[in-house]
Every structure is written in C-alpha cells, then in structure tokens.
C-alpha cells in the first residue's frame, strides 16, 4: 500500500513541476520520498523540487547527485541535476552534466534537447545560405579548429589536427 501511496504522491508533485508550480510540488516529493526513501526518480525531482521551491542548490544537487548514483544511464536524471546547476547559476557545470550523460546514458535524445536549448550556436559563416548548407557545415568546422587551435595552442589532439586545412 506504502508503493501506491508514494506513486501517487509522486505523480501530483511531478504534474505540479512540469506546470511550474514547485512550491505545491515540494509537499508531494516529500510524503513521497518519506515513504519510499531509496527510490532514485523520487531523489531526483525532490531535488529539482527543493531548489526550484527554497533555493537551496547545495541540498538539491546532493540529492540529484544520489539518484544519478545508482542509475547512471537514467538520462532524466542527468538533466534534472543541469536543471539545479542552472538555477543555481552554475552554467558550466550544468552543460558538463549533460556531456557525461551523452556518454553514458540510453535516452540521449532528451540530452541533446536539453543541451541544445543551453547551448547558443554561432551564426552561419554564409548567411545568406541555409544553416546546413554543406559550405556553412565545412566552414563551421573549421571554424571551430581555428578557434580552437587559438584557444589551446598546438595541444590540438591528433583526432582534430586532420581537419584543419
């Protein structure tokens, strides 16, 4: 009986997050995880709820970071501990979560969404052809060598140095 009391709690707080209301959604993750202590979906949007309802990212990040713990290939989790990076203003740290989730985790579709939405493009390097235009796909890419390359001098790993022209 506990397992469907706590499931159900835990649907209500996690309606109650995805229409942005974490401050109703904080009671619901807490009679949740009261009665299911180890359950890491329950660890994780508790801390996504706890941050985005108190703001205490410290407290947050420890339980997203335990539920990231026992399933390292839940990709959920991984965006759910960026999330807490973000609020948290700990950008870098949110976009690294999400590349070492793209190596381990199943799910990297809901990664790439995650990353693609924080991560800003550049602009094309020929505007007035569309952005995967193989000129603008090459162009780009040697772009991003060049700058690269000026960025960390000739440490280039010996993968990249063979696209530079």
């Known amino acids: 009986m506990d397992h469907r009391a706590a499931r159900s709690e835990f649907k209500r707080g996690l309606m109650l997050l995805r229409d942005r209301r974490p401050h ?4 619901h993750m807490r009679r949740a995880l009261a009665l299911e202590e180890n359950n890491p979906d329950y660890l994780s949007y508790f801390g996504v709820a706890i941050a985005l309802a108190e703001k205490k990212w410290a407290t947050a990040e420890l339980y997203c970071r335990t539920a ?4 390292q290939h839940e990709a959920r989790f991984h965006v759910n501990l960026a ?3 973000l609020g948290a203003g700990r950008w870098q740290c949110a976009v690294q979560t999400l590349k070492t989730g793209m190596h381990c985790a199943k799910r990297r579709c809901l990664l790439v969404r995650a990353l693609c939405r924080l991560v ?11 952005r995967k235009h193989f000129f603008n796909h090459y162009l780009g890419m ?10 960390y001098g000739s ?11």
């Open 120 to 130: 800003v493009r550049r602009s094309p390097l020929l505007p007035f052809l569309g």
């Open 155 to 165: 440490k280039l790993a010996s993968s990249e140095s063979h696209f530079l022209l």
């Open 142 to 151: 040697v772009r991003h060598r060049i700058l690269n390359f000026f960025k």
């Open 83 to 85: 999330q807490v990076y």
């Open 68 to 71: 990231l713990l026992s399933k």
């Open 24 to 27: 109703m959604a904080l009671p």
